[in-house]
């Protein structure tokens, strides 16, 4: 039997061409797959949330494996910094929408597979509305405040979870399903404080990493619609590539938590950007003590020659990548000790990649009792777009 009560009561209406069965024969000799089980994979129906570096493998193999309806959920657009990981995007679609992309390739793999798009961001407006048709939702999402919602709509909705999330060499995977186990909650109660966890953005990662941890969400759906095998509820997988080994963290339920504990306090789908503490830079920044400078206004100050500092907070390796001319190096790690180079009295305007370490630079200054300070809006990103393209990004 499924794990899932849904796909046990349709599944015996399923049937398949001729061409199906033999797409599918591999599964079908297999003893504990069978017929039975390649019904109920076309009869199952998933949610994914993202087709980046975690929903490439995980749409591509579900694709091939027969599921029956894949609803896929966003709405970003083909870049070139995606396709070193994003595998289910081709160059040819570069500036495409992703859901495009992924659609034309899923197509490609196996057309009997209905794919269901949501070119839209997921909110706390249409989660519900989207997830209640779907027996399982597989979270491929790299944001707090996105994961958070994930999680408390499956737990309102009755919904296993299947997790995995990714950074520079390493990875790990889980299925939540509140009915049966723990809920993201119980592993993470409260989110980090903003800017202290990098996105892959700002941090990096390699390429290959998202396959296996895609492929890790890609089997644990497979298990809980065919309903074989152990999942990984209640187990926190953790991979490390560098090191080449897995890792099993044991996970309980927290009777505390929030939503689903026995005293829960969530009843709804809240604000998850409040609750990540995320709010707009502009405002951010006010409260912070700093201002912030578009790279047009950057650039005509240093064309008009204004006297200030301009300061890159990125690491050695990245500066060898890209420069803004006139910037002077001092990565954000070692900003801290080498404070003492800077000169208070002076206007200084600090950049990084896409602005978020040079906020955190900012607030570091601010702090030490720097005033005339200013962040980059866009970092050397925007610098690339909107002013110089030789500048190369990455």
Same mark, same amino acid.
């Given at each position: 039997?499924?794990?899932?009560?849904?796909?046990?009561?349709?599944?015996?209406?399923?049937?398949?061409?001729?061409?199906?069965?033999?797409?599918?024969?591999?599964?079908?000799?297999?003893?504990?797959?069978?017929?039975?089980?390649?019904?109920?994979?076309?009869?199952?129906?998933?949610?994914?949330?993202?087709?980046?570096?975690?929903?490439?493998?995980?749409?591509?193999?579900?694709?091939?494996?027969?599921?029956?309806?894949?609803?896929?959920?966003?709405?970003?657009?083909?870049?070139?910094?995606?396709?070193?990981?994003?595998?289910?995007?081709?160059?040819?679609?570069? &500036?495409?929408?992703?859901?495009?992309? @992924? =659609? #034309? /390739?899923? *197509?490609? +793999?196996?057309?009997?597979?209905?794919?269901?798009?949501?070119?839209?961001?997921?909110?706390?407006?249409?989660?519900?509305?989207?997830?209640?048709?779907?027996?399982?939702?597989?979270?491929?999402?790299?944001?707090?405040?996105?994961?958070?919602?994930?999680?408390?709509?499956?737990?309102?909705?009755?919904?296993?979870?299947?997790?995995?999330?990714?950074?520079?060499?390493?990875?790990?995977?889980?299925?939540?399903?509140?009915?049966?186990?723990?809920?993201?909650?119980?592993?993470?109660?409260?989110?980090?404080?903003?800017?202290?966890?990098?996105?892959?953005?700002?941090?990096?990662?390699?390429?290959?990493?998202? &396959?296996?941890?895609?492929?890790?969400? @890609? =089997? #644990? /759906?497979? *298990?809980? +619609?065919?309903?074989?095998?152990?999942?990984?509820?209640?187990?926190?997988?953790?991979?490390?590539?560098?090191?080449?080994?897995?890792?099993?963290?044991?996970?309980?339920?927290?009777?505390?938590?929030?939503?689903?504990?026995?005293?829960?306090?969530?009843?709804?789908?809240?604000?998850?950007?409040?609750?990540?503490?995320?709010?707009?830079?502009?405002?951010?920044?006010?409260?912070?003590?700093?201002?912030?400078?578009?790279?047009?206004?950057?650039?005509?100050?240093?064309?008009?020659?204004?006297?200030?500092?301009?300061?890159?907070?990125?690491?050695?390796?990245?500066?060898?990548?890209?420069?803004?001319?006139?910037?002077?190096?001092?990565?954000?790690? @070692?900003?801290?000790?080498?404070?003492?180079?800077?000169?208070?009295?002076?206007?200084?305007?600090?950049?990084?990649?896409?602005?978020?370490?040079?906020?955190?630079?900012?607030?570091?200054?601010?702090?030490?009792?720097?005033?005339?300070?200013?962040?980059?809006?866009?970092?050397?990103?925007?610098?690339?777009?909107?002013?110089?393209?030789?500048?190369?990004?990455?």
């Amino acid at each position: 039997m499924s794990y899932l009560p849904n796909i046990n009561e349709r599944f015996a209406q399923v049937t398949f061409t001729n061409d199906e069965t033999k797409r599918y024969g591999r599964h079908l000799i297999m003893p504990e797959v069978t017929l039975q089980g390649q019904q109920k994979l076309k009869a199952a129906r998933v949610l994914t949330i993202g087709s980046g570096g975690l929903g490439s493998p995980l749409l591509a193999y579900l694709t091939a494996a027969g599921i029956g309806k894949i609803g896929l959920v966003d709405f970003d657009t083909v870049d070139y910094s995606n396709l070193h990981r994003q595998i289910i995007h081709k160059t040819k679609n570069v &500036g495409k929408p992703k859901i495009l992309s @992924a =659609i #034309e /390739t899923m *197509k490609d +793999i196996n057309p009997y597979v209905q794919v269901q798009p949501y070119e839209v961001a997921f909110t706390s407006e249409n989660a519900l509305e989207i997830i209640k048709d779907y027996d399982v939702v597989v979270d491929g999402t790299d944001n707090f405040p996105t994961r958070y919602l994930v999680n408390d709509a499956c737990v309102l909705t009755g919904k296993p979870n299947v997790y995995g999330s990714i950074f520079r060499f390493e990875g790990q995977a889980t299925v939540f399903w509140a009915d049966k186990g723990p809920c993201y909650r119980c592993l993470y109660p409260e989110p980090p404080e903003p800017g202290m966890v990098p996105s892959c953005a700002e941090g990096g990662v390699l390429g290959v990493l998202p &396959g296996i941890i895609g492929v890790i969400q @890609a =089997i #644990e /759906t497979v *298990k809980l +619609i065919i309903g074989i095998g152990d999942t990984l509820i209640g187990r926190l997988l953790l991979f490390d590539a560098l090191k080449m080994k897995f890792r099993e963290l044991k996970l309980r339920k927290d009777p505390k938590c929030p939503i689903c504990g026995p005293n829960k306090t969530i009843h709804q789908l809240i604000d998850y950007e409040q609750f990540c503490g995320i709010t707009p830079p502009s405002i951010a920044q006010k409260s912070n003590g700093f201002g912030e400078i578009t790279v047009r206004e950057l650039k005509r100050a240093l064309d008009s020659g204004q006297d200030f500092d301009l300061i890159d907070v990125r690491e050695t390796h990245e500066a060898e990548i890209a420069r803004i001319p006139n910037a002077r190096l001092i990565p954000l790690g @070692a900003l801290p000790k080498r404070i003492h180079e800077l000169d208070s009295s002076r206007e200084i305007v600090i950049h990084c990649k896409v602005g978020a370490r040079s906020a955190k630079a900012c607030k570091l200054l601010y702090d030490s009792g720097f005033r005339k300070l200013k962040n980059v809006a866009g970092g050397i990103d925007a610098w690339s777009a909107e002013i110089d393209p030789t500048v190369p990004t990455y």
